[in-house]
């Protein structure tokens, strides 16, 4: 990419190289600085809502697709514990929050008049309709509701050794703001150099 030289490039051609160059170098800070797959449990709780929001009852691939989600929680978690190296507290503690509490938000959510408590809660509500909808799923939904709550208490028992800061320094946001967003560096930066 750096041996690329636009500049003889009509505006639009230029601009498409910005934006093409911009995520790449997004995806180099994911994988150099943010590492989200060992800093941010929240990687692997989030998309788990996804699974406990499925309406029952499932026939044909859909069922087998389900089936196949369910029986993954439990490997998903597991290499989370071994992944999650470089925790940030913070974002242990949303982590913990969400897989406890609703947010109170509930975007995107299936309707509930009483919005079930984070992830773990929306798990007890698969539960409860797969035994009603779909008595076949129950054993899958107990066994990925079970890692769910193994998660939560291994996050728990280990929260207070999870002390990065979130921050990524000056230097590396200054390199964000200029390389991702495209941006100028950041407000401080600028102070210094005039």
């Keep these: 990419l750096g041996a690329i030289s636009p500049q003889a490039w009509d505006r639009h051609r230029q601009v498409d190289y910005l934006a093409v160059r911009a995520q790449l170098d997004q995806q180099e800070f994911v994988l150099r600085v943010s590492r989200p797959w060992a800093r941010d449990p929240g990687l692997y709780v989030d998309p788990l809502l996804n699974v406990a929001f499925t309406s029952l009852p499932l026939k044909g691939e859909a069922l087998a697709a389900f089936r196949t989600k369910l029986r993954n929680v439990p490997k998903t978690l597991a290499a989370a514990r071994s992944n999650l190296t470089e925790v ?81 320094g000056k230097p590396l946001l200054d390199w964000y703001l200029r390389n991702v967003k495209l941006m100028p560096p950041s407000p401080a930066t600028r102070a210094e150099t005039t």
């Design 88 to 168: 940030v507290g913070a974002y242990a503690d949303f982590a913990l929050h969400n897989l406890t509490a609703s947010d109170g938000v509930n975007l995107r959510h299936p309707y509930r008049a009483v919005p079930p408590d984070g992830v773990l809660g929306w798990f007890d509500d698969l539960l409860g309709r797969a035994k009603k909808e779909q008595p076949a799923l129950a054993g899958d939904v107990q066994r990925a509701r079970a890692s769910v709550a193994d998660f939560e208490r291994w996050l728990r028992e280990n929260r207070s050794s999870m002390d990065r800061p979130s921050g990524v």
